[in-house]
């Protein structure tokens, strides 16, 4: 009977820890639940988990930035060849770096970002900050694209509130968060 019991606790307790993980449980840039990745046209987004633009570990890429449209020649204007191309206007889960390229060398104005599908990670640790760093000596500046950018959309002060103490961390370079 204990044996049984110990048995069902483990695979209890081996659940809740790796749900943690799931794409479902993770947090927003607004630290509410993460939205999926779809543009007004497009579906559900490319190079995420689940149509997510969720944290992974293992994604050297940190495919965090949720576009609603990517723009035509968006990886070839980011140094990445034309691999984009044949996902032109479709929403995608785009690197950090490549934002922070694209922002600092091209502007936003093609590049429409949806925050409540971006994962808070993208402003809340070192690993983001790096990741904005390899794209632009001029990170901060798309750091402050992304934290104006989110600010505008954000649902509810509570919400802006969230977003902005993260950011205000991010740009002082801080990690703790």
């Known amino acids: 009977f204990f044996r049984p019991m110990a048995v069902m606790f483990m695979l209890l307790a081996a659940v809740a820890l790796l749900g943690g993980s799931h794409a479902d449980s993770q947090l927003n840039v607004y630290g509410q639940p993460l939205q999926l990745c779809e543009g007004p046209t497009s579906g559900t987004a490319g190079s995420g988990a689940g ?4 944290f992974r ?16 020649g968006f990886s070839t204007r980011t140094g990445q060849g034309s691999w ?5 206007s479709q929403s995608w889960c785009i690197c950090i770096w490549a934002y922070a390229n694209f ?6 104005k093609d590049l429409s970002i949806k925050c409540e599908a971006m994962s808070s ?3 809340e640790s070192e690993f983001s900050l790096s990741h904005f760093r390899m794209g632009t000596p001029a990170y901060r500046s798309a750091v402050d694209k992304l934290c104006s950018t989110c600010d505008a959309q954000a649902p ?14 991010m740009k002082s370079g801080s990690a703790e968060l």
């Open 51 to 54: 149509g997510r633009c969720t």
């Open 57 to 72: 570990s293992h994604d050297r890429g940190a495919h965090q930035v949720c576009v609603e449209s990517l723009p035509g």
């Open 84 to 88: 984009s191309d044949e996902y032109t």
């Open 103 to 108: 922002v600092s060398n091209h502007g936003d």
């Open 121 to 123: 990670s993208v402003v």
């Open 156 to 169: 509810d002060a509570s919400a802006r509130s969230h977003l902005q103490t993260k950011c205000n961390a």
